[in-house]
């Protein structure tokens, strides 16, 4: 029995099987690689779903983390914590980017995206209407407020009655979103890239259009960035990234989690102008959000962003790696922006596909049966982009994805 089976096993018997079983035992890593119990060494083209941007083990990160917990590592919420402040002010003065007039904001820190989403429909309540329009689609977490604005049947369905008022609209359309809006709706929620969904890009102009129809009914547009936001793809916020949207947007709501602190876990729901200010002392509270710690390690995270240039970097690399994933007679479209990166392919082959790249020392995922995506860490090298490319036809070829024409068989 190897280590990763003797581990495995006290998995099965230990955990609750709420994912399946694992794939690999992972013990240790280092920018984009991370090795198993048994030393196999792989490239990490998930980023623990596009949560670690600076890649595994970035010495910033931790020496961020180390310091902080070293100064002052909790306190409650009845006190305030200077890193909690300044990212707060970060975030929003991100969120202003390049806009003349700097945006009125005010943050509420949770620990995940759930709960960033649970707050912002919390806030929702608050303008006196209860509906909610949403995408679908959709991903917004696995609470029960999340859940009821999440699409999919299968991770509903057990779990009804979810919280009410959520009408559904085809995502991307905005006539669709036009119809189902009206004086009675709080928020219309949406994703500017649907990240579960397996990176579904909208047109360029749905983003506006739902500024506009949202605010010509009185309805605040809540962006829900978990995924998308941070730098993922080579944006502050997707929502500024002049190929998903064609006109500047103003979203009075917008959550972030995943790649805010690299891995250490985060949330933020980020409101602007009169948003900002729904929520009165005692509508709402966490013990964890806002941690001094968490906060230094988003801090971090922003720094050597900015510093190392990682946006144009995701930019770049994503763009290199869209191209070669494309150059597949396999592969019928390639989707994304900077480093949140989708792609379909011919067959229903795509748990296959994570398989034998795996065997082959890549890490993938597989959001549906025809779909992969990437998202991995904005460190990622051109090395390890060209030496993907470089077996992703074989890996293909192993998972017995085919054309149908018999010339690619077999690869
Ligand atoms: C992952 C995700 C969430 C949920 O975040 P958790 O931290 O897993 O609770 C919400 N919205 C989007 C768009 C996500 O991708």
């Known amino acids: 029995m190897t280590i990763t089976q003797s581990w495995t096993e006290r998995y099965a018997g230990a955990l609750m099987n709420t994912f399946g079983p694992p794939k690999l035992v992972l013990t240790r890593g280092e920018g984009a690689h991370v090795w198993d119990a048994d030393g196999r060494e792989y490239v990490d083209l998930l980023g623990g779903i596009a ?28 006190f305030a914590s200077r890193p909690q402040v300044e990212l707060a002010e970060r975030l929003g003065a991100l969120l202003t980017g390049s806009a003349v007039e700097p945006l009125e904001t005010k943050v509420f820190f949770t620990n995940s995206g759930a709960e960033a989403n649970e707050a912002a429909f919390k806030l929702t309540r608050r303008t006196g209407r209860t509906r ?64 579960e969904a397996g990176v579904v890009v909208p047109p360029t102009g749905y983003l506006p259009a739902a500024h506009r129809i949202a605010h010509d009914h009185g309805a605040l547009l809540w962006l829900d960035e978990v995924q998308t936001g941070v730098g993922r793809t080579g944006a502050w916020y997707a929502h500024q990234h002049p190929d998903l949207v064609d006109e500047q947007v103003t979203p009075d709501i917008v ?97 296959d596909v994570v398989a034998a790249a795996q ?32 077996v992703w036809p074989g890996i293909l070829g192993s998972a017995g994805v085919s054309t149908g024409s018999t010339a690619e068989e077999g690869a």
């Open 255 to 351: 959550t972030l989690a995943k790649g805010l602190a690299g891995g250490i876990p985060i949330g933020a729901c980020i409101a602007t102008g009169g948003s900002g200010k729904l929520f009165d002392p005692g509508n709402h509270g966490t013990t964890f959000g806002g941690n001094p710690v968490a906060a230094a390690a988003a801090l971090a995270v922003l720094d050597t962003i900015e510093d190392d240039g990682l946006l144009a970097h995701a930019a770049a690399t994503g763009a290199r790696l869209r191209e070669g994933l494309a150059d597949d007679p396999r592969v019928t479209e390639v989707r994304g922006a900077g480093l949140l990166i989708g792609l379909d392919l011919v067959e229903p082959k795509a748990a």
């Open 132 to 195: 909610v329009v949403v995408t679908e689609g959709g991903f917004h977490g696995r609470t029960m407020g999340a859940l009821a604005l999440t699409s999919k049947q299968a991770y509903r369905e057990p779990f009804e009655p979810l919280p009410g008022d959520v009408v559904f609209v085809p995502y991307g359309d905005a006539a669709a979103l036009e119809a189902a809006i009206d004086e009675r709706t709080a928020a219309v929620l949406v994703e500017p890239v649907q990240g």
């Open 51 to 78: 949560v670690n941007a600076l890649g595994h083990a970035h010495p910033r990160l931790t020496a961020a983390v180390t310091e902080q917990l070293g100064t002052l590592g909790h306190i409650s919420n009845f």
């Open 359 to 390: 065997d082959a020392g890549y890490i993938l995922n597989a959001p549906t049966p025809e779909r992969i995506r990437l998202a991995p860490p904005l460190v990622l090298t051109d090395q390890d982009v060209d030496g993907f490319l470089a």
